[in-house]
């Protein structure tokens, strides 16, 4: 594994962490996407994985939410692992918002998103006040509660995104999971749903997300981590990661780094190529 940052794993180890994988190898039937890869998740940050398509970005995510089982190594959650944690319990703690997520035909929008209490839901333990606040709460903090009594069918792609981290934040996770959050969204919808994300990483949930604009995850991102043929090439901050370096490494791109304007985090502008 190439190691552009050797210093980062020690930065790393010194922060909090909850979520974290250990030599974590996996794939689909007897094929291995990732091979013996070691992540820590910062607690309350706002992680973004990046790197080339099929280079199993989705694959660590959905490993990361018990989707699927690795073949060797594991994921931990409060050091145990996610493998031997009853149903409900993870469900309690890590909250998932996958990359396609369709909903039943004419369901409306607050019957949608009061689907993410469930996991809070036993015999001894009905529906109650606390289950209508953490709908109400999720409703307002994504902007859709105008839209609580709306069918989902008839929602805008942005408008259908929010509802569904509405539900995903109606769990009430402290860490929750988004695959490509930002896909098939106009760029007015993608801002929408990363400042978002950056709101709830404020307020103290750990957010880890895959995302394939590069200078969309430099701008929101708190934590990056970038991937290469199934293996973790970096992790860091996004001034650690966001050097032509890594761009190059990562992508195959040549590119010149700039301070955005905006922000003055790291901005990538891909090299013309030269005239013949």
Same mark, same amino acid.
């Given at each position: 594994?190439?190691?552009?940052?050797?210093?980062?794993?020690?930065?790393? /180890?010194?922060?909090?962490?909850?979520?974290?994988? !250990?030599?974590l190898?996996? #794939?689909?039937?007897?094929?291995?996407?990732?091979?013996?890869?070691?992540?820590?998740i910062?607690d309350?940050?706002?992680?973004?994985?990046? %790197?080339?398509?099929?280079?199993?970005?989705?694959?660590?995510?959905?490993?990361?939410?018990?989707l699927?089982?690795?073949?060797? @190594?594991e994921?931990?959650?409060? #050091?145990?692992?996610?493998?031997s944690l009853?149903t409900? !319990?993870?469900?309690?703690?890590?909250?998932?918002?996958?990359?396609?997520?369709?909903?039943?035909?004419?369901?409306t929008?607050?019957?949608?998103?009061?689907?993410g209490?469930?996991?809070?839901?036993?015999?001894?333990?009905?529906? #109650?006040?606390?289950?209508?606040?953490?709908?109400? !709460?999720?409703?307002?903090?994504?902007g859709?509660?105008e839209?609580?009594?709306?069918?989902?069918?008839?929602?805008? #792609? @942005?408008?259908r995104?929010?509802?569904?981290?509405?539900?995903?934040?109606?769990?009430?996770?402290?860490?929750?999971?988004?695959?490509?959050?930002?896909?098939?969204?106009?760029?007015?919808?993608q801002?929408e749903?990363?400042?978002?994300?950056?709101?709830?990483?404020r307020?103290?949930?750990?957010l880890?997300?895959?995302?394939?604009?590069?200078?969309?995850?430099?701008?929101?991102?708190?934590?990056?981590?970038?991937?290469r043929?199934g293996?973790?090439?970096?992790? @860091?901050?996004?001034?650690?990661? %966001?050097?032509?370096?890594?761009?190059?490494?990562?992508?195959g791109?040549?590119?010149?780094?700039?301070?955005?304007?905006?922000? @003055?985090?790291?901005?990538v502008?891909?090299?013309?190529? /030269?005239?013949?």
């Amino acid at each position: 594994m190439t190691t552009l940052h050797p210093d980062l794993g020690t930065a790393c /180890a010194k922060t909090a962490v909850r979520l974290a994988a !250990q030599g974590l190898t996996a #794939g689909y039937d007897q094929r291995t996407v990732l091979s013996e890869l070691n992540l820590r998740i910062p607690d309350g940050s706002f992680t973004v994985i990046i %790197g080339p398509n099929a280079c199993g970005k989705s694959t660590l995510l959905r490993s990361l939410a018990r989707l699927i089982r690795p073949s060797a @190594g594991e994921v931990l959650l409060d #050091g145990s692992a996610i493998t031997s944690l009853p149903t409900k !319990q993870l469900a309690r703690a890590v909250g998932l918002l996958p990359q396609s997520s369709v909903a039943p035909e004419g369901i409306t929008v607050t019957d949608l998103v009061s689907r993410g209490r469930h996991p809070h839901q036993s015999l001894l333990k009905r529906w #109650g006040r606390e289950d209508e606040a953490a709908v109400r !709460q999720a409703l307002e903090v994504t902007g859709t509660a105008e839209l609580a009594t709306r069918s989902v069918d008839e929602l805008s #792609g @942005g408008q259908r995104q929010r509802t569904w981290i509405a539900m995903a934040l109606a769990q009430q996770t402290p860490i929750l999971l988004l695959d490509e959050p930002t896909t098939y969204l106009d760029i007015a919808h993608q801002i929408e749903v990363l400042e978002l994300c950056t709101q709830l990483q404020r307020q103290g949930r750990t957010l880890v997300a895959v995302l394939h604009d590069l200078n969309q995850a430099l701008r929101y991102a708190t934590h990056l981590v970038a991937m290469r043929s199934g293996e973790i090439i970096a992790q @860091g901050t996004p001034e650690q990661i %966001g050097t032509a370096e890594l761009v190059q490494e990562v992508f195959g791109v040549a590119a010149r780094v700039i301070d955005d304007p905006e922000t @003055g985090r790291p901005l990538v502008i891909p090299r013309a190529p /030269a005239p013949d």
